[in-house]
Nanobody, 125 residues
Framework: QVKLQESGGGLVQAGDSLTLSCAISGRSSSRSTMGWFRQVPGKEREFIAAFRWYDEITYYANSVKGRFTISRDNAKNAVYLRMNSLKPEDTAVYYC??????????????????WGQGTQVTVSS
């Protein structure tokens, strides 16, 4: 069982930066991958970024590439999402997720087994 807890959301203005944190507890495989997703009401939860723990490869959605950065802190057992140049369309509930599946499509939310409760990010124009 893996437990995830997001924090760091809030209300910011367009152009601002924000860093989300995801604290990880419980049993996580060495082949684990951490992902960030976001969701707005009435829309599907969409992939934002992923970090593959065992080879440190990162993946990003085109909509955030160059603005968002996913990273980890092994000592704190946490994953972060640094968000720069925020836009109003980045407003959403952001979720971190974990999968221990190897060789899976990391862009597909259905391939993640554990989820946090989400943290709200609101970007005003």
């Amino acid at each position: 069982q893996v437990k995830l807890q997001e924090s760091g959301g809030g209300l910011v203005q367009a152009g601002d930066s924000l860093t989300l944190s995801c604290a990880i507890s419980g049993r996580s495989s060495s082949r684990s991958t951490m992902g960030w997703f976001r969701q707005v009401p009435g829309k599907e939860r969409e992939f934002i970024a992923a970090f593959r723990w065992y080879d440190e490869i990162t993946y990003y959605a085109n909509s955030v590439k160059g603005r968002f950065t996913i990273s980890r802190d092994n000592a704190k057992n946490a994953v972060y999402l640094r968000m720069n140049s925020l836009k109003p369309e980045d407003t959403a509930v952001y979720y971190c997720a974990n999968t221990n599946r190897y060789g899976t499509n990391l862009y597909d939310r259905g391939n993640y087994d554990y989820w946090g409760q989400g943290t709200q990010v609101t970007v005003s124009s």
